[in-house]
Nanobody, 129 residues
Framework: VQLQASGGGLVQPGGSLRLSCAAS????????IGWFRQAPGKEREWVSC?????????YYADSVKGRFTTSRDNAQNTVYLQMNTLKPEDTAVYYC??????????????????????WGKGTQVTVSS
C-alpha cells in the first residue's frame, strides 16, 4: 500500500494549485481520503476528507472552506485537492492519507484526530510573492 501526493510548487498569493494523491497496491475508492498539511514549526493540520463514492460526503476545515475542493477520479485511482485563492498561511507540506473508517474520525472530531491508516509522502506548497 503506497500513497503519493504530488503537484506542489511555488505560487503567488491569490493563485491556484491542484494536488494529486495517487495510490499503488489498493483502490482509493474503498477508503476515505484525507488531506493534511504541516507548516514549519507547527503541528499537522487537517484540511479535508472525502468519503468513498458509495457513502458520499466531503468535509473541510474552516480555514480552507470555500477555497479548496476535494474530488475523486476513480478511473485514475486518484484524489485531487484543488486549491484556489491561496494565501501565504497555506504554505506547508501537504499529505494525503487513507482511512478504512471512511472519514469517520475526522468528521466526529472536526479534524482534531485523523484516524488515518495509511500515509503518503508529502508535497511542498509555498505561497509567496
Amino acid at each position: 500500500v503506497q500513497l503519493q501526493a504530488s503537484g506542489g510548487g511555488l505560487v503567488q498569493p491569490g493563485g491556484s494549485l491542484r494536488l494529486s494523491c495517487a495510490a499503488s497496491g489498493f483502490t482509493l475508492d474503498y477508503y476515505g481520503i484525507g488531506w493534511f498539511r504541516q507548516a514549519p514549526g507547527k503541528e499537522r493540520e487537517w484540511v479535508s476528507c472525502i468519503r468513498s463514492s458509495d457513502g458520499g460526503g466531503i468535509y473541510y476545515a474552516d480555514s480552507v472552506k470555500g477555497r479548496f475542493t476535494t474530488s475523486r477520479d476513480n478511473a485514475q485511482n486518484t484524489v485531487y485537492l484543488q486549491m484556489n485563492t491561496l494565501k501565504p498561511e497555506d504554505t506547508a507540506v501537504y499529505y494525503c492519507a487513507a482511512d478504512r473508517q471512511n472519514c469517520r474520525t475526522v468528521a466526529l472530531t472536526r479534524g482534531r484526530h485523523s484516524g488515518m491508516d495509511y500515509w503518503g509522502k508529502g508535497t511542498q506548497v509555498t505561497v509567496s510573492s
